[in-house]
T-cell receptor
Framework: QKEVEQDPGPLSVPEGAIVSLNCTYS??????FMWYRQYSRKGPELLMY????GNKEDGRFTAQVDKSSKYISLFIRDSQPSDSATYLC?????????FGKGTRLHILP | KAGVTQTPRYLIKTRGQQVTLSCSPI?????VSWYQQTPGQGLQFLFE???????NKGNFPGRFSGRQFSNSRSEMNVSTLELGDSALYLC?????????????FGNGTRLTVT
């Protein structure tokens, strides 16, 4: 079983829609959960960082963590064409960091 | 504040050669980590340095090595290059001393091995 699974997409949605991106993981030892956005020919940039179960909101972005189900989500409200990118989930514990393979997202104008 | 800077942006090497990549972290960041990104395997952790000491290492062969200097700048070296080493190599820096802190990535070095 892979340590983290993330649907690679591509996911195409119309502008203004709510986007839901998800990762599942297998090891309950992971403590910190992050979402990164990566544009073409650029390095990943941090979007959201959380370490507890529940929701964390920042502008149009909401990160959700369910440790009991080993499931994390990123929601994007009022999606814009500029949100078109690859989104990577990241799971950390004290001695290890792993990344999902990324979901390619296309927001259609 | 300047971001993480990686040089060069692009490299083309032949099998058997070696290569050195450079990374300058954000000013004040003492943790520097390196990652390999490929379409097939995604983003994979290579190693992490803090105050010139390697604190953690991923599952890569010994051909991959790194070091960090007293000014926190870091270099990564790959010896005896193989075709499978073609990838985007990303460097990231972090302010906090704890492994797993939020990372600030550079734009990477695209290495092509022919």
């Amino acid at each position: 079983q892979k340590e983290v699974e993330q649907d690679p997409g591509p996911l195409s949605v119309p502008e203004g829609a709510i986007v839901s991106l998800n990762c599942t993981y297998s090891n309950s030892a992971f403590q910190y959960f992050m979402w990164y956005r990566q544009y073409s020919r650029k390095g990943p940039e941090l979007l959201m960082y959380t370490y507890s179960s529940g929701n964390k909101e920042d502008g149009r972005f909401t990160a959700q963590v369910d440790k009991s189900s080993k499931y994390i989500s990123l929601f994007i409200r009022d999606s814009q064409p500029s949100d078109s990118a690859t989104y990577l989930c990241s799971l950390n514990r004290d001695d290890k960091i792993i990344f999902g393979k990324g979901t390619r997202l296309h927001i259609l104008p | 504040k300047a971001g993480v800077t990686q040089t060069p942006r692009y490299l083309i090497k032949t099998r058997g050669q070696q290569v050195t990549l450079s990374c300058s972290p954000i000013s004040g960041h003492r943790s520097v980590s390196w990652y390999q990104q490929t379409p097939g395997q995604g983003l994979q952790f290579l190693f992490e340095y803090f105050s010139e000491t390697q604190r953690n290492k991923g599952n890569f062969p010994g051909r991959f090595s790194g070091r960090q200097f007293s000014n926190s700048r870091s270099e990564m070296n790959v010896s005896t290059l193989e075709l499978g080493d073609s990838a985007l190599y990303l460097c990231a820096s972090s302010l906090a001393a704890r492994i797993g802190s939020p990372l600030h990535f550079g734009n990477g070095t695209r290495l092509t091995v022919t």
